[in-house]
């Protein structure tokens, strides 16, 4: 028993001598400019590289710097801009004939071609386009000539409503124009329906073509831009169909 107590009293006297050693230090590093270690609390310095993001943009924001792609990309623009504004007619022309109103814009897309030309000739350009009687329009050709290939284009345009025409002499041509029915104006939409697609088509073709062209580089500000650019003008095809309805 009395070798178990020294051996007991021995251990309390070194846990008080260690203690005692702890707080000495701890006096003795406070009373001097120097923390103890574990006291210290460290705080991440700036590098001399670091860089403020204040002035970042975005990459779906940042313009096309390029000149080639620049040019590139007003090219792409100017030919769905002509695409959405042919379009435009074209629905302006069916909201006419959807409303029961008879006028020469009724045949302004019919384009007529002879043989041994490229140059495709409105109406107006070889005839004059009239109105009579409110009901009928009158095609006068200024050469004799030219009816023939003034009535192929008047069937190859497939005008909802102005499919038949009747020729009065050698140089005009009568078209009866009918009130719209309900079963009309139908296929009047569904004819601008049709022209919608094909020019949401001709669109993704420029931007294709545009692509093939420019050859960038994947997730590229070109690839972005021109997307953007794509997505703007077949939402303009959407909206003009929907006004039309």
Known sequence: MSLRRAALRSSSILRQHSCLIAHQNFISARNTSISPSFLVRTYAKAGKGAKSTANLVPRSKQPITDPEAQEE?????QK???AVDWFRRECASIATRANGRVTPDLLSS???RFPKDEHAFKLEEISTVGVRNASELVITVF?????KHVERALYDAKLP???????QDSRTLKIPVPKPTVEARKALFAA??????????????????????????????ELDEF?????????????ILKQLK
Do not use: C, P, W
């Open 73 to 77: 990309y007003a090219s792409a623009e």
């Open 80 to 82: 769905m801009t002509a």
């Open 110 to 112: 019919v384009r007529v």
């Open 143 to 147: 050469e004799e000539e030219s009816l």
């Open 161 to 167: 409503g102005l499919s038949s025409f009747q020729k």
């Open 192 to 221: 601008a329906e049709r022209q919608a697609e094909d020019t949401r088509t001709q669109i993704r073709r420029h931007h294709q073509a545009s692509l093939k062209r420019g050859k960038y580089e994947k997730h590229s500000v």
């Open 227 to 239: 997307q953007k650019l794509t997505t703007r003008f077949v939402n303009n095809v959407d909206t």
